[in-house]
């Protein structure tokens, strides 16, 4: 068996950032929703699902590639609090990409509305249409994208703390996926 790697795989760099950005724009995309009851609302909720579906679709295909590929090991110096906040976090990530699609689908479903990611492609509803499902989903929606804003807002701290303050390889190993040098 190969020495354990100094960086993540081209695939896992390339979903990261992909990733990165999408969920980025869906966050914001989300909390526009949130804000407008113009004709904009209807705009950004035309982008906000078939965007939520293909976070369901990559996170479920970075799973797989997280589960098939070795990632390079945390700084061995590193505080053992420190280890279980970063492997926590991005258990917390990963359920949150998965969990929040997923209730959105629903709470669409229960809202009785259909689920369409174009004007012609339609996702079959997954909960039965029910007005007080739909407003414990709705809620809890939200609620998860706050809790998936800051999550993000701590990874992006944590990941400049290695960068400037430890000044470890721990960014570059997803940045350039090559050593310094």
């Known amino acids: 068996m190969s020495a354990q790697p100094n ?21 914001f995309i989300g909390a526009g929703m949130a804000a407008s009851v113009s004709e904009r609302h209807e705009w950004l909720i035309n982008l906000h699902k078939p965007l939520g579906v293909a976070i369901l679709l990559l996170v479920i295909v970075r799973i797989g590639v ?3 590929t070795r990632q390079p090991p945390l700084p061995a110096d590193l505080p053992g609090w420190q280890v279980l906040a970063a492997k926590a976090s991005h258990l917390l ?21 259909p689920v369409m990611l174009s004007s012609s492609v339609q ?3 997954i909960v039965p249409a029910n007005a007080q499902l739909f407003a414990f989903l709705r809620k809890a929606h939200g609620y998860l994208a706050y809790l998936l804003f800051l999550t993000v807002l701590l990874h992006l701290a944590a990941a400049l703390f290695h960068a ?3 000044r470890d390889d721990v960014l570059d190993s997803m940045l350039r996926g090559k050593d310094r040098g």
């Open 164 to 166: 400037w303050v430890r």
């Open 123 to 125: 996702l079959p509803s």
């Open 66 to 68: 997280r589960f098939s």
């Open 93 to 113: 990530l990963y359920a949150l990409m998965l969990i929040l699609p997923l209730l959105g689908w629903a709470m669409i479903s229960a809202a009785g509305d």
């Open 7 to 27: 960086h993540f795989a081209p695939l896992a760099r390339l979903l990261h950032w992909l990733m990165a950005l999408m969920v980025i724009a869906m966050l």
